[in-house]
């Protein structure tokens, strides 16, 4: 579609009375609500996707990859057999993959903000949060896809999911949400680093050790006592309680529930920061 | 929404720190609704700073400013509904086709889907844009780039217009398509504000201009007075041949006052205001035998308001000037 061809047409390009027309042919229209305005932007990211799908390669690739590494390195020496394994650590990669891809917001807005782009969206008099929270929603798209990928190729390898299609399905938005929050971590960090690499770097060094030292690939009770204290604690530990009862079947209300107010507190609390650094310009 | 203010803006001592630096120091603007009102300045003079601080993107230090009669800080709301922004980063999305930035600009001035997509066409068509339309805005040429940066900005024909150097890196071509379409905004009544470092932009395009430097206000007036408080014109005279220049400076410095050699090798000028007395000149320099390219005599150009405001040139800008203060500066 987008040819290469970047030399003007010859020809007087701009015409002067339909530049007239053009300025007297609109009324102003009333202000867009908060709602429709974050679907424009969520609009917005879809858009970048469908111009730049290669984009999604990260997404796709890297679920496809750490479900068969971690099925077949380590299925054998830590839980006898790789089927079994992946029954426990599914859900542990369904979350780290979608976790991931939440340090692609902030280095997206990052990106964002050396762009011109950035100045009109701040001199439209739209809801402030509107460029953000769209972005983010647009973001979730990646999440789900990303999930979709995880599920899809341990289905393949056997992954047998006891709490059925609903339970994975109940289990992938929880973690989606989780993700809406921990986005806002990220955002928050990419208006405060000065580049996007510095937004992946510290975005990924923070994921790392938090995402491995949960209880996502081994059980809790086999590490030393110091250890396995802090992966009680860990937030992420409770994602992957969480998602994995559901899919288990066996997750209740008050596991779900300590994910849920955590990514509502990330949001309320890095969001209004974020929203506020956003302003600040 | 707003009762109809003579001034379009009113901003008073104006103040802008980054840190230790002073960006802006005390600006007083007042810009009449329905005109065009430059500012000009060399790089790093606090043009960009006070733009953006009268387009709600910048909270002022202190000092405060009014556009259309609201404040910019706590009516900034009211504000952002009656301005739009054209900056020196062209402000569309790279990543997205010359339409869709369009269809989206007018999404969130609350357009609905299809007046938007319509609104965008009919502005593509206008800007000449129509062909690159599905393409990407990275593959744009700088010149179709600001165009569809200013059409963004009019998908909702604004009633104050921020111009931040719409024409800077633009090929000659280009850079008279910006100047078309800003002269059209004025024709419908829309106010301008046009920051520029072009002093010959200034003279084209403005009713009225501010001459900036080091975050101050150093000049005011119109195009003509800023002229006129420098004094005489000049006499400007182009050689074909670049190894008579100083023979023909020796010529024109028996006439007249103060001769400048210029950075183009065969151009020189004088200091001339007498119609009679420049054409005696010429005609002295041809009986001499020196080969005139062409010869001109003509107001002061704004360069030379700005050396004769600040004793220096306008910057790197105007590279011409800086080598008349270099020779000067070494007679």
């Known amino acids: 579609m987008s040819t290469a061809q970047t030399k003007e047409p010859d020809a007087n390009l701009v015409d002067e009375i339909a530049v007239r027309q053009a300025l007297s042919s609109t009324p102003r229209p009333p202000r867009p609500s908060p709602f429709s305005t974050v679907l424009t ?71 964002d903000l050396t762009k011109g782009v950035v100045d009109r969206f701040r001199t439209l008099p ?12 647009g973001d979730s798209v990646r999440y789900l896809v990303a999930g979709t990928v995880v599920v899809v190729v341990g289905v393949i390898l056997g992954y047998r999911p006891e709490g059925g299609w609903i339970g994975v399905l109940a289990a992938m938005l929880l973690v989606a949400v989780f993700a809406f929050g921990l986005a806002w971590v990220f955002t928050t960090l990419g208006l405060l680093l000065r580049s996007p690499n510095a937004v992946m770097n510290g975005g990924f060094m923070a994921l790392f050790p938090l995402t491995f030292l949960s209880n996502a690939f081994v059980p809790p009770e086999t590490l030393p006592t110091w250890l396995e204290a802090f992966v009680d604690v860990n937030p992420i530990s409770f994602v992957v309680t969480a998602s994995r009862g559901l899919m288990d079947g066996t997750a209740t209300a008050g596991d779900v529930g300590v994910v849920v107010a955590s990514a509502a507190l990330m949001t309320a609390l890095f969001g209004s920061l974020t929203t506020r650094l956003y302003r600040r310009g | 929404m707003t009762g109809s203010s003579p001034l379009a803006i009113e901003a008073t001592a104006l103040v802008k720190d980054f840190g230790t630096t002073r960006a802006v120091d005390g600006v007083d603007l007042a810009v009449r609704t329905g005109s065009v009102y430059g500012v000009l300045g060399p790089n790093g003079a606090g043009k960009t700073t006070t733009i953006r601080m009268l387009a709600t993107l910048l909270r002022p230090d202190s000092g405060s400013a009014r556009v259309f009669g609201h404040d910019v800080v706590t009516e900034a709301d009211v504000v952002r ?27 969130l001035l609350g ?52 111009l931040d150097e719409p024409t800077t890196g633009l090929d000659p071509r280009s850079r008279n398509q910006v100047w078309d379409i800003i002269r059209a905004l004025v024709g419908e009544g829309t106010t301008i504000l ?37 004094g005489s014109g000049a006499l400007h005279v182009r050689l074909l041949d670049a190894d008579q220049r100083p023979q023909a400076e020796g010529v024109l410095a028996r006439r007249l006052e103060t001769v400048h050699l210029e950075s183009d090798p065969m151009g020189l000028s004088a200091a001339c205001a007498d119609a009679d007395l420049a054409a005696e000149a010429v005609a002295e320099l041809s009986r001499s035998g020196i080969k005139i390219a062409d010869f001109s005599l003509g107001q002061p150009s704004l360069d030379e308001v700005f050396l004769a405001l600040t004793g220096r040139p306008a910057d790197e800008v105007t590279a011409h000037q800086t080598i008349v203060a270099e020779k000067e500066s070494a007679v």
């Open chain 2, 81 to 107: 509904g009656a301005v739009s922004l054209t900056g020196q980063l062209a402000s569309v999305d790279e990543d997205l086709s010359g339409r869709e930035n369009l269809i989206m600009v007018a999404r």
């Open chain 1, 41 to 111: 932007f969520g609009w917005r990211g879809m858009l970048k996707i469908r111009h730049v799908p290669e984009q999604l390669i990260d997404v796709t690739m890297t679920p496809v990859l750490f479900t068969l590494m971690f099925t077949y390195m380590y299925g054998g020496a830590i839980s006898g057999s790789t089927g079994e394994y992946l029954q426990f650590i599914l859900p542990g990669i369904l979350m780290m993959s979608v976790l991931f891809t939440t340090v692609y917001s902030g280095v997206a807005l990052n990106t």
């Open chain 1, 126 to 137: 739209i809801w402030r949060p509107a460029p953000l929270v769209g972005a983010v929603v």
């Open chain 2, 111 to 162: 357009l609905k889907r299809p007046l938007a997509k319509a609104r965008a066409d009919e502005l593509l068509d206008a800007f000449g844009l129509t062909d690159a339309a599905g393409r990407l805005v990275k593959n744009y040429s700088g010149g179709m780039r600001r165009r569809l940066d200013v059409a963004a900005s009019i998908v909702v024909t604004p009633r104050l217009m921020f």
């Open chain 2, 194 to 230: 046009l920051c520029t470092q072009y002093l010959d932009e200034a003279d084209q395009l403005t009713d009225g201009i501010v001459v900036i430097d080091h975050g101050r206000v150093i000049a005011e007036g119109t195009p003509g007075q800023l002229k006129a408080s420098v």
